[in-house]
């Protein structure tokens, strides 16, 4: 079976710095996808970044940037320029490319932007 | 444009009493997913179809029952609901299972007591 595991459950940075959220996963599959979900204290699932296992290139989508690290198994999520708007709880999540498989999520970790 | 919509919002259950959490997309979505929320536990898959009439047992499936007789809605049911049973639920779907993205609704608070 699958595993995500978000190591930091907490994290704090300042308005305009940069912040990286950890994140591995365990899979003997090579054909997977990866994804960073958001969730502010509305509770809104809203995805963030999306990572297929055979594109090399990290996924971007404007401050918020991945590094993906297949042979380490390790999918962390940097954002830049942190905004007091990207206070949320920060889910890593993992499916594979193969069969009726549904996401599966890490515990998460909460950032908190502080001005 | 609805997307994922959750009825109810929020419930307060006695225990052993039961009840049905609503699921409605209007995306034509094939795939449907129940998650339950409890903090420091991330989401946890319940169950999960693959299309109208099918369903499948997720990660946390005990004490909880699941229909798909229409392709636009997933129920969830709890039909004597137990104080562990309390926590957010979130409804979400899929065109595809692999790789595709998922859109959740806004989650259903449920207290039992």
């Known amino acids: 079976a699958q595993t995500v595991t978000q190591s930091q459950p907490e994290m704090s940075v300042q308005e305009a710095e940069t912040v990286t959220l950890s994140c591995t996963y365990d899979?003997?599959?090579?054909?997977?996808?990866l994804f960073w979900y958001k969730q502010p204290p509305s509770r809104q699932m809203i995805l963030v970044i999306r990572q297929e296992a055979y594109k090399q290139q990290n996924a971007t989508e404007n401050r918020f940037s991945v590094n993906f690290q297949k042979a380490a198994k390790s999918f962390s999520l940097k954002i830049s320029d942190s905004q007091l708007g990207d206070t949320a709880m920060y889910f890593c999540?993992?499916?594979?490319?193969?069969?009726?498989?549904?996401?599966?999520f890490g515990k998460g970790t909460r950032l908190s932007v502080i001005a | 444009n609805a997307g994922v919509t959750q009825t109810p919002k929020f419930r307060v259950l006695k225990t052993g009493q039961s009840m049905t959490l609503l699921c409605a997309q209007d995306m034509n979505h094939e795939y449907m997913y129940w998650y339950r929320q409890d903090p420091g536990m991330g989401l946890r898959l319940i169950h999960y179809?693959?299309?109208?009439?099918?369903?499948a047992k997720g990660e946390v499936p005990d004490g909880y029952n699941v229909s798909r007789l229409k392709k636009q809605n997933f129920l969830l049911g709890l039909e004597s609901a137990a104080p562990s049973q309390t926590s957010v639920y979130f409804c979400?779907?899929?065109?595809?299972?692999?790789?595709?993205?998922?859109?959740f609704g806004e989650g259903s608070w449920l207290t039992v007591v």
């Open positions: 899979t003997s599959e090579n054909n997977y996808y």
């Open positions: 999540a993992f499916t594979k490319n193969s069969g009726n498989t549904p996401l599966v």
């Open positions: 979400a779907s899929s065109y595809f299972v692999s790789g595709n993205t998922i859109y």
């Open positions: 179809s693959v299309g109208e009439g099918t369903t």
